[in-house]
């Protein structure tokens, strides 16, 4: 894995709002930029975090929070609001990304850093943000960071589960989401099937389908295509209408283009989005109950 270096983030920012429609929250901008590796960026590299001397931190979330700002600075996206998606302007819609940042756009993030810096020692603030933006991180900024922070520590400890509990934990997602395990045929181990669990799926529509699963606790590298093409076929043996292959990494542009493919559709559940499940049907975790300030607070004119 390819360790992240600090770099420009801007046009895989732009790249990514404009294949989700030109508006998308934060979450789901980093979620698209990871999947699509947008301008040369991985997975990992997305996701991955560093131990710093102020506690655990996400390098690829502070070039992504300046580069909001950045793109703000030459009008590329509106004026960002807490808890809001980030919206693309007509600018940031249309303009060829080539040669970005132009020296003339250039000169406009310098200037509205420059601003930032004079507002802030006018402000008086003990925190000095340097220049380089290392520490420009804002309320919302610092809230995405918490948010990363325990979903890494949560995909860590699954990677630490044996095959069994692995899969039983699996399970018991799939139950809040709505599967009803098969007594029977539920619960079969991997190794003599290939699938690690079975059930039926009933719609708004009263429509019931067969569901395989099939879970893959990997710590290293992604789920490829021959393991989608692999579970599909296991898939047409139990006479599974769709799947769910669910795995504590990531899956790769073509396994992704595998599940989609033919009748039997696949539903991929990758690490951050096992993550988000977890938070969704509060599974074994303990919410911190607390408030975030609007922007109202952070408006000192």
């Known amino acids: ?28 901008i980093r979620k698209a930029i990871a999947d699509n590796e947008y301008d040369g960026l991985t997975y990992d590299q997305v996701y991955a975090t560093k131990e710093g001397k102020t506690g655990t931190y996400s390098p690829f979330l502070f070039d992504f929070n300046f580069g909001i700002r950045n793109l703000r600075s030459v009008q590329y996206i509106e004026e960002p609001h807490r808890n809001q998606d980030i919206v693309l302007t007509k600018a940031g819609e249309n303009d060829d990304l080539t040669n970005y940042p132009s020296l003339e756009q250039k000169k406009e993030i310098r200037a509205y850093w420059d601003k930032k810096d004079k507002e802030r020692a006018e402000r008086n603030k003990n925190k ?9 991180t804002g309320p919302e900024d610092q809230e995405d960071t918490k948010d990363l922070n325990w979903k890494n ?25 709505g599967v009803v395990i098969d007594k029977d045929r539920g619960i079969v181990r991997s190794g003599d099937h290939g699938i690690d669990g079975f059930g039926y799926f009933t719609s708004d529509e009263f429509r019931t389908s067969r569901v395989a699963i099939q879970c893959k606790r990997y ?17 047409d043996s139990f006479n ?17 283009k595998k599940a989609t493919q033919g009748n039997n559709t696949v539903t991929l559940i990758d690490g951050q989005t096992l993550a988000e499940l977890v938070e969704k049907y509060q599974l074994h975790i303990t919410p911190v109950n607390t408030y975030a300030l609007d922007d109202y607070y952070f408006d000192l004119k």
């Open 128 to 136: 000095h943000i340097e220049k380089s933006g290392d520490e420009s």
């Open 219 to 235: 710590t290293k590298g992604a789920v490829s295509e021959p393991e989608i093409d692999k579970f599909k076929g296991v898939m």
């Open 240 to 256: 599974a209408e769709y799947g769910i292959f669910i795995t504590t990494n990531y899956f790769t542009d073509r396994a992704r």
């Open 153 to 177: 520590q949560l995909i860590t400890q699954l990677m630490k589960f044996d095959p069994s509990k692995f899969e039983s934990f699996s399970r018991l997602l799939i139950t809040k989401m």
């Open 1 to 28: 894995m390819a360790e992240y270096k600090r770099r420009s983030v801007e046009k895989a920012i732009i790249m990514a709002l404009r294949d989700l429609g030109g508006s998308a929250s934060r979450k789901a």
